[in-house]
């Protein structure tokens, strides 16, 4: 599976709308969201960071973090939701993987990360003991749900140099990253990706993809380092245009609009990173040649 995990920005709260109350939410306060109370719903400010959960360019979640604004003091909190159809599938746990590494990361001073799940929800429970976080506290009945009902709460959380120890030790040794198959996907070129999402700090992308007599054009805020294993490519990127063949190295800028063309055939693969925000740009526009 691979994850990435986009910012969620303040043009987005339609989408956020329509992620909460497409949804249900048995282990919160209220299972089901009006369109009113998910725009109430934190995801920007100073002391929020919100990020979608994307499988493939396709939301399988939004995960937040609150109390950002007293990292020193305080213990910043995080909630996950990954929707319905995607639960149990290890979405919650590479999730958690990378947010707690993304904080840790991009807040030097923060101590450590908190959490509370109801007593009941035994998948979030997994996913805190899966990633290394510990149970600190029950409190009983505690928790409060929007009907009256009352359950036990669970406190969790994970300090700094445990997060650290967990992944100095995971990287430790080789490690082997799964590469699913390569597949056309609808609007993008035939490839596929891997992003080792739990490495912190965040690393590169990788993607193997092809082009068959077809022009694909993208924005990225990072460098791409586009090495052609087979064929033969045209790159252009800021009026400077460039051909590779089998072998050949080119680097296309951050900031810049790559346009990579094969007028018959090229197998590339490209290095993309630090990959901690857009691993593929959404707005990237595949063309056949001749069309
Ligand atoms: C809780 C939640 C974040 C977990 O994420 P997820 O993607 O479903 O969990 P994962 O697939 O990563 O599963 C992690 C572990 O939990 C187990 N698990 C998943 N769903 C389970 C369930 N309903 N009952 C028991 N165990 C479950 C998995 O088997 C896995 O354990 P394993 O590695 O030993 O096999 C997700 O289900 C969710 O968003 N639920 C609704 C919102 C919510 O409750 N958020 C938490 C608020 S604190």
Redesign the pocket.
Known sequence: MTLTFDPVLSHHAPEVVEFLTSNE????GSPRLTAETAASVAVGGDDVAAFWVREDGRTV?LVRAFDLDDVVEGSPLV????AAA?????????ALTWLTGHLFANFPAMHRIE???RGD????Q??FE?CGWRQEGRMVEAWRQADGTRHDALTYAILRRESSTRSDRSSQGPRVYDAEPMRPRPGRPNGRVIVPTEHDPPGPAFFEWELRAQEWSDEHPHDEWVYVLEGELHVEADGVGVVGTTGVLIRVPAGSRGTYRAPVHARILSVYGPRSSLAVDPHGVLRVLGS
Request: glycine share 18%; hydrophobic share 35%; aromatic share 8%.
């Open positions: 939410w048995p282990f919160h979640g909630d996950l939701r990954i995607d639960r149990g599938r290890g979405v919650g746990t590479g959490a509370t799940t929800n035994v998948a979030m997994q996913v899966r």
